[in-house]
T-cell receptor, first 115, second 116 residues
Framework: DSGVTQTPKHLITATGQRVTLRCSPR?????VYWYQQSLDQGLQFLIQ???????AKGNILERFSAQQFPDLHSELNLSSLELGDSALYFC??????????????FGEGSRLTVL | AQSVTQLGSHVSVSEGALVLLRCNYS??????LFWYVQYPNQGLQLLLK??????LVKGINGFEAEFKKSETSFHLTKPSAHMSDAAEYFC??????????????FGPGTSLSVIP
């Protein structure tokens, strides 16, 4: 158990819909990262937050947005969903934005299926 | 910019044989390097990491990796494969930048199969 909690574990929805994925980082971790994993794209970095502020952005679509709340949990919002958004979405946390230890702790992921 | 390549998207070894998973990186700053493992239906977990200390790094489950700056490589090895090693392995790089914040870049992954 990594200590990172993601909900829901599985989600099935239709094209055009909007979903919210939730992540609770390990106790004490200030940084949260979101990754998308699909068969054709591999593991893609989406976005990073540190203590409530956006720190780094990767290949995140404009239809996607995220935020980190004062209690440090994070939400990833996916809107106007397309078939190609079907993937496993991982949240990871780490202690410092500087990644001095370099270790990311991953949740078990949220599997999104868009029909 | 940083990037990671992993040679071989799929590697098969016999049980008891040497495991060698290749990773090459590109980084404009001194890198931190990692190997993560993903078992079926699970998240990624850290196997080992290089953070500019010893170049030969030992990790969990008998794995080790050697940082070779001249070759920009960080290959993962294990002397004797076990059935439980079957998983997806990801090499990753991060590093402190002058003008942007750190983030971890993952390679495409190598799927390891162990044949009884």
């Amino acid at each position: 158990d990594s200590g990172v909690t993601q909900t829901p574990k599985h989600l099935i929805t239709a094209t055009g819909q909007r979903v919210t994925l939730r992540c609770s980082p390990r106790s004490g971790d200030l940084s949260v990262y979101w990754y998308q994993q699909s068969l054709d794209q591999g593991l893609q970095f989406l976005i990073q937050y540190y203590n409530g502020e956006e720190r780094a952005k990767g290949n995140i679509l404009e239809r996607f947005s995220a935020q980190q709340f004062p209690d440090l949990h994070s939400e990833l919002n996916l809107s106007s969903l397309e078939l190609g958004d079907s993937a496993l979405y991982f949240c990871a946390s780490s202690v410092e934005w500087g990644l001095d230890t370099g270790e990311l702790f991953f949740g078990e992921g949220s599997r999104l299926t868009v029909l | 910019a940083q990037s990671v390549t992993q040679l071989g998207s799929h590697v098969s070894v016999s049980e008891g044989a040497l495991v060698l998973l290749r990773c090459n990186y590109s980084s404009s700053v001194p890198p931190y390097l990692f190997w993560y493992v993903q078992y079926p239906n699970q998240g990624l977990q850290l196997l080992l990491k290089y953070t500019s200390a010893a170049t030969l790094v030992k990790g969990i489950n008998g794995f080790e990796a050697e940082f070779k700056k001249s070759e920009t490589s960080f290959h993962l090895t294990k002397p004797s494969a076990h059935m439980s090693d079957a998983a997806e392995y990801f090499c990753a790089v991060s590093g402190k930048m002058k003008t942007s914040y750190d983030k971890v870049i993952f390679g495409p992954g190598t799927s390891l199969s162990v044949i009884p």
